[in-house]
Each structure stands twice: as structure tokens, then as C-alpha cells.
């Protein structure tokens, strides 16, 4: 079982005196920066020149810098922008400014795990992972509670590297809810082959997967979207709120006996070996050089699956059927 610490662990002094220099302002970004500053941490934001963030922050009481004068400023340095960016980022802008006793801050290890950013001796290397978007980071905070985060040091060259690490967790309100102790490999393999396997590849797949059965046998497209899609909806937020058993408790006994009855036969061994070997593609860095050799290509199999994945059916109906869901306030995403 993991530790977990919380604010009566943790000793916020270890920040004091020290500038944390947040790299990025996004959906993290800015609930980091703003969650820390209202804890009596004093944080700068480093961001690339002409960056559309800059605007967000200033409004938003900071100084904002290049990343390369943020970092010089700073003890802490913490990485918030996309992983894919963050090796060339440290090797241009971070590494010729990092001092000795520096600490560089992951909220995701996948840069650090597959060796995108090797720091220098003389360095500390920590993770605060929080579990949820950055918006709910930031609400919860302004609420007086928090969320959960991982919690994670890879090198400790200060020696002191796991107090300021959950210092820094209690100070964007973590430690209210629990900070998880774990490593950069399993932080970093877990989270993707959940990606891939569960929340995003396997639900969406499962979901289109339903939709084309139904109508390829003549169902209208509009019944199929209800039952293979929106309703994931209403059983997710069951699970959500207490477990799969709390799902099989609220809905109807039918509903219960087909899921006893033909889950397993959806979900059976040969779809598990194929997540293990999902996972070992995880674990022995295939997937990691994939998607990097993808970047560094300009994203062409990326551009081209988002633009054919936008025109299947189920999304086309979709947008449709939501126009008639006032409470949804529904979104659309930009064309690929």
C-alpha cells in the first residue's frame, strides 16, 4: 500500500525565502502558480516568447519571464508544459541557468523515465502529480479542501528533497486530501497504459465499436448514440461516486445480469493479452519513442487520424442530439 502524507506531515517552512518559477500556464500551470502564491510562496512564471498564456498570468498578478530568466530566478523549477516539449525546453532554456541546490519538479514523469531530461548532479528531482485537471486543483483550493497527488523523488542531492516536494504538494493544497508516495516508473507506466487501454483508446474504441454494430443492424444512429455513449455518462458518474458496486447497486436488475453475463465475454483473455502487451510496449520505452519520433516528424499520423476520427459517425450525430441538451452547454472541438 502506498504512504500517504498529509498537511500535518509536511512543514511549508522549507519554502520560505524560496522563488518557485512555474513553467507554463495552462490548465495546470495556472492552478499551481495561483494555489501556491495564495499559500505565501513566492512564484514567478517562465513561458516562450509570444506566448498567448503571457496575457492570462500578467492579469492574473504575475511577473512572467522567459523560461531561461524564470529558471535563473528560481529554487524550484517546476514543468508544466506538454511532455513532447519539455527535453528541448530544459537543454535550451533550463540547464544553462540551473545552480547547485536547484530543485527541478515533474507533475508527470514521463520526461525524466525516458531520459528526455537527464539533470546534472547537485540537483533535486521531485514529482507532485495532482489527480484531477488543473481547474479542479484551483476550485478546490478556493474552497478549503484539495485533491489528491502523487508524490515522488528521484534524486535527492539536497537531501532535503522529499520535505520540499510535499511541502510543495501542501502548498497547491494537496496534502488536505493525500499525497501518494510512488516512483517516476510507476507514476509514468501507469498513467499511460491507463491512457491507452481504459480511459482514452479502450473507452472510445468500445463506444464506436457499439455504435457501428447497432447500426450496421439497421438501428436508427440517434438510439445507438444514447445507449453506446451518452449514457456512459450516468454509469461513470455511479462508479465516480462509490465504486463499481455502487454502479451494480443503482441500476436495474437486467442491466446487472447482462453485465455479469456478457462483460467477460467482451473483456475476456485474449483482450487482456493484448493490454500486456500494451504494457510491455510501456515498460520498454516503444510507445515513448514512437510518440517522440512522431513529434519530431510534425505529427502526420496524429494529424490524420484526429481529422478521420471527427468524421465518424458517432460524432456527427452527436453534435446534433447535444444541440437538444440545453444543460450540457456543449462543446466543439476545433477541426483537425
Same mark, same amino acid.
Given at each position: 500500500?502506498?504512504?500517504?502524507?498529509?498537511?500535518?506531515?509536511?512543514?511549508?517552512?522549507?519554502?520560505?525565502?524560496?522563488?518557485?518559477?512555474?513553467?507554463?500556464?495552462?490548465?495546470?500551470?495556472? /492552478?499551481?502558480?495561483?494555489?501556491?502564491?495564495?499559500?505565501?510562496?513566492?512564484?514567478?512564471? @517562465?513561458?516562450? +516568447?509570444?506566448?498567448?498564456?503571457?496575457?492570462?498570468?500578467?492579469?492574473?498578478?504575475?511577473?512572467?519571464?522567459?523560461?531561461?530568466?524564470?529558471?535563473?530566478?528560481?529554487?524550484?523549477?517546476?514543468?508544466?508544459?506538454?511532455?513532447?516539449?519539455?527535453?528541448?525546453?530544459?537543454?535550451?532554456?533550463?540547464?544553462?541557468?540551473?545552480?547547485?541546490?536547484? *530543485?527541478? *519538479?515533474?507533475?508527470?514523469?514521463?520526461?525524466?523515465?525516458?531520459?528526455?531530461?537527464?539533470?546534472?548532479?547537485?540537483?533535486?528531482?521531485?514529482?507532485?502529480?495532482?489527480?484531477?485537471?488543473?481547474?479542479?486543483?484551483?476550485?478546490?483550493?478556493?474552497?478549503?479542501?484539495?485533491?489528491?497527488?502523487?508524490?515522488?523523488?528521484?534524486?535527492? *542531492?539536497?537531501?532535503?528533497?522529499?520535505?520540499? /516536494?510535499?511541502?510543495?504538494?501542501?502548498?497547491?493544497?494537496?496534502?488536505?486530501?493525500?499525497?501518494? +508516495?510512488?516512483?517516476?516508473?510507476?507514476?509514468?507506466?501507469?498513467?499511460?497504459?491507463?491512457?491507452?487501454?481504459?480511459?482514452?483508446?479502450?473507452?472510445?474504441?468500445?463506444?464506436?465499436?457499439?455504435?457501428?454494430?447497432?447500426?450496421? /443492424?439497421?438501428?436508427?444512429?440517434?438510439?445507438?448514440?444514447?445507449?453506446?455513449?451518452?449514457?456512459?455518462?450516468?454509469?461513470?458518474?455511479?462508479?465516480?461516486?462509490? @465504486?463499481?458496486?455502487?454502479?451494480?447497486?443503482?441500476?436495474?436488475?437486467?442491466?446487472?445480469?447482462?453485465?455479469?453475463?456478457?462483460?467477460?465475454?467482451?473483456?475476456?483473455?485474449?483482450?487482456?493479452?493484448?493490454?500486456?502487451?500494451?504494457?510491455?510496449?510501456?515498460?520498454?520505452?516503444?510507445? !515513448?519513442?514512437?510518440?517522440?519520433? +512522431?513529434?519530431? !516528424? @510534425?505529427?502526420?499520423?496524429?494529424?490524420?487520424?484526429?481529422?478521420? +476520427?471527427?468524421?465518424?459517425?458517432?460524432?456527427?450525430?452527436?453534435?446534433?442530439?447535444?444541440?437538444?441538451?440545453?444543460?450540457?452547454?456543449?462543446?466543439? /472541438?476545433?477541426?483537425?
Amino acid at each position: 500500500m502506498a504512504k500517504i502524507y498529509y498537511d500535518n506531515d509536511t512543514d511549508m517552512k522549507v519554502l520560505e525565502g524560496k522563488t518557485v518559477a512555474v513553467l507554463g500556464y495552462g490548465s495546470q500551470g495556472h /492552478a499551481h502558480a495561483q494555489n501556491l502564491r495564495d499559500s505565501g510562496v513566492n512564484v514567478v512564471v @517562465g513561458l516562450y +516568447e509570444g506566448s498567448r498564456s503571457a496575457v492570462t498570468a500578467r492579469t492574473d498578478g504575475f511577473e512572467v519571464f522567459s523560461v531561461g530568466e524564470a529558471t535563473s530566478m528560481a529554487d524550484v523549477v517546476m514543468f508544466l508544459m506538454p511532455d513532447h516539449l519539455q527535453g528541448r525546453v530544459f537543454h535550451e532554456s533550463v540547464k544553462p541557468n540551473l545552480k547547485q541546490g536547484m *530543485a527541478l *519538479a515533474f507533475a508527470h514523469g514521463f520526461s525524466i523515465h525516458f531520459n528526455q531530461v537527464e539533470p546534472p548532479a547537485g540537483v533535486d528531482v521531485f514529482m507532485i502529480s495532482p489527480k484531477s485537471p488543473g481547474h479542479l486543483v484551483r476550485s478546490m483550493y478556493k474552497e478549503g479542501k484539495g485533491v489528491p497527488a502523487l508524490v515522488a523523488v528521484r534524486e535527492n *542531492a539536497s537531501g532535503n528533497a522529499m520535505d520540499i /516536494a510535499l511541502a510543495y504538494g501542501s502548498g497547491i493544497g494537496a496534502g488536505r486530501a493525500g499525497i501518494l +508516495e510512488t516512483n517516476f516508473k510507476e507514476e509514468t507506466e501507469t498513467d499511460l497504459f491507463g491512457e491507452q487501454v481504459v480511459l482514452c483508446g479502450g473507452i472510445t474504441e468500445l463506444m464506436k465499436a457499439g455504435f457501428e454494430v447497432l447500426t450496421e /443492424a439497421g438501428y436508427d444512429p440517434e438510439i445507438a448514440y444514447f445507449e453506446c455513449l451518452n449514457e456512459m455518462k450516468l454509469i461513470v458518474d455511479l462508479m465516480f461516486e462509490g @465504486g463499481i458496486s455502487w454502479m451494480r447497486y443503482s441500476v436495474s436488475d437486467t442491466a446487472n445480469y447482462g453485465d455479469m453475463c456478457v462483460g467477460p465475454k467482451i473483456i475476456d483473455e485474449d483482450a487482456r493479452e493484448k493490454m500486456r502487451e500494451v504494457l510491455r510496449n510501456v515498460q520498454d520505452g516503444v510507445f !515513448a519513442k514512437d510518440w517522440i519520433l +512522431e513529434n519530431q !516528424a @510534425g505529427r502526420p499520423r496524429l494529424k490524420k487520424w484526429m481529422k478521420s +476520427e471527427q468524421e465518424h459517425p458517432i460524432e456527427t450525430v452527436g453534435s446534433q442530439l447535444r444541440d437538444m441538451m440545453p444543460w450540457l452547454n456543449a462543446k466543439r /472541438a476545433p477541426k483537425a
